[in-house]
Nanobody, 115 residues
């Protein structure tokens, strides 16, 4: 079983930055494809970014060039560096760990971008 715990959310002004962290316990972290998703009020959950076990990264068009996903296997942690934040980035952010058969989700962390 995999447990994922996100942290690092908060209130930030437009144009600001935040770094989210997601730490895993349980199964071997380095074997998991890790991703970040977000869900804004009244909207469906949407994919933000993914980092593979081989460190290949992909991004949604809405965040490409502003967000950076990375992982530290020694710390069992995946990060999401969010720069040039916009009000439309306001959402609950979730991390997901994916192996060959199962998706594991964290409980989410709130990010609010507002002046």
């Amino acid at each position: 079983q995999v447990q994922l715990v996100e942290s690092g959310g908060g209130l930030v002004q437009p144009g600001g930055s935040l770094r989210l962290s997601c730490t895993s316990s349980g199964r071997v972290f380095s074997f998991l494809t890790m991703g970040w998703f977000r869900q804004a009020p009244g909207k469906q959950r949407e994919w933000v970014a993914t980092i593979s076990t081989g460190l290949t990264t992909t991004y949604a068009a809405s965040v490409k060039g502003r967000f950076i996903i990375s992982r530290d296997n020694a710390k069992n942690t995946v990060y999401l560096q969010m720069n040039s934040l916009k009000p439309e980035d306001t959402a609950v952010y979730y991390c997901r760990g994916l192996d060959s058969s199962t998706a594991y989700w964290g409980q989410g962390t709130q990010v609010t971008v507002s002046s």
